[in-house]
């Protein structure tokens, strides 16, 4: 059986613990998009982590975790994130890379500086992970598949045709330096005999897996509201980021993924520009951002600290059904205990109408919030392990969201560790 586990909102939901807890039951999982520009953060035996490429599965010995085509494959940073694992204990994953997979060119990360220098105070936010190039690159049908490492005359010539236009852009636009032609075949050379052990026909692989009745879990980067068809355009990402979306970054067909864990936050929080109706500021942000987390809310990948905010429910409605969330992942509620009081935005207001709708982003700009105040619980919920144990208030935060997301909640986290988890009927 196929089971996806993705973002509701803005990213950083702690998607990552809900696949490392749910990888326990797992044979195989599947990154399917995205790249090394977001982070998911783990906690387990072995340590803390905060994986940017390798699948959330990484820890468990009898996992196989998949680099799959849809991914933005950097091959040094992909090595280097193993290797890390490894030299903490963490005993070698079996991994495999999709053969389709593209990858990630250092000049897509400098291609992403300099677009970043250039826009000045009109920026994009980026991460400057060099996703944005590398998929302009991939639709632009001038990206580089892992399949063709292992023919180098054609990859030769491939390497002449694209140096050539790069450089036009690098000379004219940027005014930085040329990229070298033989020093570009050189560093993919060396990257086809990085990645060489790790290639496989992954589609093939996942259709005899998906025959044999294995277990696999789809692994999503960022959330819905990041998604460049429905997220908020074009403060986005480069690559869907709806569970829809991992049938074809995994290469299986769209009717065998029959679960999808829409993993959604107890508060709000966002890393980059955008709209964000919900925010809080001053004092009020930083507090929340300090308790938040495993450690406070920064970037797993930039460290930059995250923007605040109550409780989205429209936005997070919104992300379910786009990502057809058939149960709610609820989590960091223990990072709430401290407040007397919890607003939750259940509205906008835009040019005077109340809407319960998520709109476009042109509408999104004119929205203002419209919150409904909820009683605190004003108590430490960490350790509890059965949903009847916490405290009334807390249970009625639950089912206040549950009933405005419209999905179940069926698991609720309440502490970073990976059995800190409340299992719900």
Known sequence: MVKAIVGANWGDEGKGKITDMLGQESDIIVRYQGGSNAGHT?????????????????????????????????????????????????????????????????????FDQYEEERLGGKSFGSTKSGIAPFYSDKYAKIGFQVSELFDEEELKEKVERVCEMKNILLEHMYHKPLIDKNELFKTLIEYRDMVAPYVADVSAYLHEAM???????????????????????????????????????????????????????????????????????????????????????????????????????????????????????????????YLKELPVCVGYEIDGVVTKDFPTTVKLKKAKPVYEVLPGWECDIHGIKTYEELPENCRKYIEFIERELEVPVTLVSNGPGRDDIIRRK
């Open 42 to 110: 783990i906690i387990n035996q072995y340590g803390k982590f905060a994986l940017h490429l390798l699948p959330s599965g990484v820890f468990y010995d009898h996992t196989t975790c998949i680099i799959g085509n849809g991914v933005a494959l950097n091959i040094p940073y992909l090595l280097k994130e193993i290797k890390s694992i490894v030299d903490r204990g963490v005993p070698m994953p079996k991994i495999l890379v999709s053969d389709r997979a593209q990858i990630m060119m250092p000049y897509h990360i400098l």
């Open 211 to 337: 025959k044999e009745g294995k277990n696999i879990l789809l692994e999503g980067q960022l959330g819905a509201l990041k998604d460049p068809d429905f997220g908020i355009y074009p403060m986005v990402t480069s690559s869907s980021t709806l569970a829809a979306y991992g049938a074809i970054g995994a290469g299986i067909p769209p009717y065998e993924i029959k679960e999808i864990v829409t993993v959604v936050k107890a508060y709000s929080s966002a890393v980059g520009a955008g709209e964000f109706v919900s925010e809080i500021f001053g004092e009020e942000a930083d507090e929340l951002r300090k308790r938040g987390g495993d450690g406070g809310e920064f970037g797993a990948t930039t460290g930059r600290p995250r923007r605040m905010g109550w409780f989205d429910a429209v936005a997070s409605r919104y992300g379910c059904r786009m990502q057809g969330a058939t149960e709610v992942a609820l989590t960091v509620l223990d990072v709430l205990g």
